[in-house]
């Protein structure tokens, strides 16, 4: 029997010890078949289920859990914490992806997850909660961005679009009916139910994983991997990010924006902050941060727009229920059922934007279209009042949800097509830190400004700091006061929203102006797009044991679990 040769670069990479250290990263790029891409997106879409519905139920309910824990004005730090933590990890995940692989991270992430989500259920104090809320952010936040990784490797960047349609349903599934069951466990049984119901569906989004996701495997030996991940940077980010959203939680709440607390922890965040990035530049041989991508003003400009599109997007998913229930007395059912007019329209359009950039090949129009859109709806839903009818609520909703949808998918293309197959993850991952900072920060901000608003209010009304403290920990109690008198406290919860929705109208102005500026098209077709999907195509049948002992894969992309199977199967 004769032996196929193999070329000689992959025959000498076989032959060399597999504990060498390797000079680079696997590229686990992998344009897979179309059958197979649609099992991967509908593992990636039961993944993005489990933590989407874990976020869209608790936000309803975020009052009843506050006044149940005595923790009505620190309520968002139950959000905060996990979205510090998610924060803080995010650079992590794409790096660990790169160097373990990506199916084996994303395990780890889940069953971080897992145990974040179990000590949720039995927490009975307002500590406990928000730690075990932390460690689910840990694990949780990196689920998105390593499905988001995922479909980078198994399709091209032009194809995407058209499989968008499958994670868009996923989507759309939590968005609409998250804030629902969210909402209806909170009234008639226990918000403790909400982190009980995502424990199983993490075991099922595990499953799939496992039995729908042929990844490449990586190169090199684990106690070189090991030593590959940049454990200072980590640590710096870490507590960088951390601190500074402390900072600014702490800020106009808890103490004044001048105390020692707050100016210690803000100065001491910046300093970590500024270390990293010097870290980074200079320090580790595989950085969670890969500087030298922001030599592309497309990355500038993605960072800058999705650090506002995560401040947008995550203070309106967590306080326009707030905002509903303390206008107009809406119960967390109503409020989450409101949800729904820019959560469903956000995902359809969402999912036809990627589609559309398929077809045409385009997606700046999309991005400047979508903020000009998003920052007018914000600006309608600042005018709500007392008085403002029900068809304002969802029209205003609507047109902010149409904005959101256009400014997601296509400005993730725009920033993989703008650098290296080998930088897909870094990128992608740090677009999806500077998000979720947004978001940690947002959550801050506004929930400081409303609660000063709100503060401001009771202080002029000669009202005691017991009532005050009271109110501002259990907000239905207002509406015990006196009519007068709660109707001024209502006149500040109105005023302080207001003003959030105003701000966050600005926000998406200036967005709209840095894509304008720093966000040109560019040609979404690669050169190599036609040999990476019949590389896939030959890593399946290599899968299934039906391409005999020969590989036609280029030495650049091949690696050393597909050297070993074929070296194996020849002698």
């Known amino acids: 029997m004769s032996v196929p040769s193999l070329p000689s670069t992959v025959r000498e990479r076989a032959q060399s010890s597999t504990t060498d250290v390797p000079q680079g990263l696997t590229d686990q790029t992998n344009y897979l078949p179309r059958r197979k891409i649609i099992s991967v997106f ?5 993944v993005d289920i489990a933590g989407l519905l874990d976020e869209t139920m608790l936000a309803v309910s975020l009052p009843i859990i506050g006044s149940e824990l005595n923790a009505g004005s620190q ?9 510090v933590a998610s924060t803080s990890c995010q650079l992590l995940y794409g790096r660990l992806s790169d160097i373990w692989s990506r199916k084996t991270v994303l395990f780890a992430l889940m069953f971080i997850f897992f145990i974040g989500n179990l000590g949720s259920a039995f927490s009975k104090t307002f500590i406990q909660l928000a730690i075990f809320r932390g460690i689910a952010g840990a694990g949780g936040g990196g689920l998105p961005t390593l499905a988001q990784v995922i479909v980078s490797d198994v399709v091209s960047l032009r194809q995407r679009g058209k499989y968008q349609g499958i994670l868009g349903i996923s989507v759309a599934f939590s968005h609409g009916v998250g804030p629902i069951i969210g909402g209806l466990l909170s009234e008639n049984s226990t918000w403790r139910w909400i982190f009980r119901l995502t424990l199983p569906l993490t075991v099922v989004a595990a499953v799939m994983v496992w039995y729908f996701m042929p990844l490449k495997p990586t190169e090199g030996n684990w106690k070189h991997k090991i030593m590959w991940v940049d454990y200072v940077g980590a640590l710096l980010i870490l507590s960088g990010s951390t601190l500074i959203v402390l900072a600014l939680t702490w800020a106009g709440g808890l103490y004044s924006w001048d105390s020692k607390h707050v100016l210690i922890t803000l100065i001491l965040g910046v300093i970590s902050s500024v270390i990293f990035v010097f870290w980074e530049w200079k320090g580790p041989r595989f950085p969670l941060l890969s500087l030298h991508i922001f030599r592309e003003r497309v990355v500038i400009g993605a960072a800058i727009t999705q650090w506002i599109n995560g401040f947008l997007s995550v ?3 967590f306080y326009l229920p707030t905002y509903y229930q303390a206008a107009y007395g809406y119960s967390p059912v109503k409020s989450g059922l409101l949800l729904l007019p820019l959560t469903v329209v956000q995902t359809f359009i969402s999912t036809a934007s990627g589609a559309l950039v398929t077809w045409t090949g385009r997606y700046r129009e999309l991005i400047l279209s979508g903020w000009a859109m998003w920052a007018i709806g914000l600006g309608l ?3 709500l009042n007392e008085r403002s009818s029900l068809a304002q609520q969802i029209g205003y909703s609507i047109l902010t949800g149409v904005g959101v949808g256009q400014t997601f998918q296509p400005s993730l293309v725009a920033v993989q097509g703008a650098i290296e197959r080998k930088e897909m993850a870094s990128v992608t991952a740090m677009r999806s830190f500077v998000r979720n900072l947004g978001g940690s920060l947002g959550l801050a901000v506004t929930g400081t400004i409303v609660n000063n608003v709100l503060s401001t209010y009771l202080t002029s009304l000669n009202v005691g700091e017991d009532v005050q403290k009271s109110i501002l920990d259990h907000p239905e109690l207002a509406r015990t006061l006196p009519p007068d008198v709660y109707a001024e406290v209502l006149h500040g919860y109105l005023k302080g929203f207001r003003l959030v929705f105003n701000i966050l109208a600005g926000l998406a102005v200036f967005a709209f102006l840095a894509a304008f500026f720093l966000m040109p098209h ?5 050169p190599d797009d036609k040999q990476l999907k019949q590389e896939g195509k030959e890593f399946i049948a290599q899968l299934k044991g039906k391409k ?12 050393v679990g597909d050297v070993e199977k074929v070296t194996t199967a020849a002698v």
Do not use: E, M
């Open 42 to 46: 509908l593992a990636c879409a039961t």
């Open 75 to 83: 309520v968002s730090w139950f959000a905060t914490a996990y979205f």
């Open 315 to 317: 203070v309106q998913l």
């Open 381 to 383: 839903l600042g005018t």
């Open 522 to 526: 560019r040609d979404l077709d690669r």
């Open 548 to 559: 005999g002992t020969t590989i036609q894969k280029d030495p650049v992309h091949a690696d």
